[in-house]
């Protein structure tokens, strides 16, 4: 009698994406990939994503500091412990989408200046294939930055990967999964310090899927916005 043989597994590789906590801008300027600190104040949640994240030497995060502080302090939350201290790889291409001339400028000049050759876009601050002055489309940030995904899904091939990233970017990690064109990437909301999981699967006889299994998931109901959060409060009139 021949011994049974079991059958091959799927090899999943998991993509855990972290978008950075709220960057540090109280008086509410466009930044995109303006080099800016974040709040790090958050310890609930905080210690939430520590205790949800796996265990993986494979951390990413963007050149901007406002990942990297993420993951820092993530990685120093009490329920951080068992992951270690795992050194963090910088990628280039998951930089969030660079405005051009509105770097730092008010949404009020923006929207008073911008091109009329585009309306305004309900959930971004331009449709997928509008190119900001001196800077670049959302299209054209995912065309740089979802090559590599698939790039490291090879590279770190049935492992864990945690990116903290950027919300535009993570947009589009969703959309690819998905198979959506960029416009529909700008419908997705990725609130600061949630948490998106993709699994990138490929079966015994070679066939490839994907799967979203976390989108926005934050710890208790969404956080308050920036201006109720941060934002100086006013003297209230006599």
């Given at each position: ?17 972290v978008r950075h906590a ?100 309900p959930f971004w601050h ?113």
């Open positions: 009698m021949q011994p049974s043989v079991s059958p091959p597994h799927p090899i999943t590789t998991r993509w855990w994406w709220p960057v540090i801008n109280p008086d509410g300027l466009m930044y995109g990939s303006s080099d800016l600190p974040c709040h790090t104040d958050e310890p609930e949640e905080l210690d939430h994503l520590a205790a949800t994240l796996p265990v993986t030497p494979h951390w990413l995060i963007s050149p901007l500091m406002r990942t990297r502080q993420t993951a820092e302090a993530i990685l120093a939350a009490p329920a951080a412990a068992h992951l270690g201290k795992p050194e963090f790889r910088i990628i280039p291409e998951f930089i969030e989408q660079h405005q051009g001339i509105w770097e730092q400028q008010t949404w009020e000049k923006y929207y008073r200046e911008k091109s009329n050759d585009f309306p305004r876009h331009a449709y997928a294939d509008e190119v900001m002055q001196g800077g670049e489309s959302y299209a054209q940030t995912l065309a740089r930055a979802q090559p590599v995904i698939d790039q490291l899904t090879q590279e770190y091939l049935g492992q864990d990967i945690i990116m903290v990233g950027h919300g535009g970017v993570i947009r589009g990690a969703v959309a690819h999964a998905l198979g959506l064109l960029p416009d529909a990437a700008l419908t997705f909301q990725i609130l600061n310090l949630s948490l998106t999981r993709i699994d990138y699967r490929i079966e015994p006889d070679g066939r490839e899927f994907r799967r979203v299994i976390t989108l926005n998931r934050t710890l208790g109901p969404p956080p308050l916005s920036y201006e109720h959060r941060y934002a100086p409060k006013k003297a209230k009139k006599v």
